[in-house]
């Protein structure tokens, strides 16, 4: 690969990586605290709203294509080495970890979410919160929420005698 495609597609894939990343900020840092804060019929329905919102080609096309630039990048500086590289092979696995996240936990969220119906005809909005385990306030949503509960299993089992 040339050097000023191997400049574009580097600059792509960070372009992308960092909107992908922006957008995760600011869910976690405003949109879920937010939603945490309102009722439960208010957080249903607006969660209902993004999910599907979401599933546009804007987001798709970066939260898709920025790992697939990640690995065009990475095989453009196989044979340059160099520092760029670890930081690339690094990116990618970030980008393979959030993806595996985003499959196994959000997007069986988002489907139960989905399957409860229309939160107008729901008669009890606070138990689909509570099916969900729904939305955790704070920067760090149900990943915190999860280390939370490691932690105090683990302080359990590692009491002072």
Known sequence: MSEPI???????????TGLVAGLFFAY?????????ATDDRTLVGAMQSINRKILNGWFLSVFLGGPLLVVAAVLGHLGAGGAVLGWLVAALVCHLVTFAVTMRSNVPLNDQLDAAGSVDASTDPAAVRGALGAVEPGPYGQFGRRLRLLDRSTARSVRPS
């Open 6 to 16: 191997r400049v574009v597609v580097l600059a792509g894939a960070t372009f992308s």
């Open 28 to 36: 976690a840092c405003s949109v879920m605290p937010g939603l945490g």
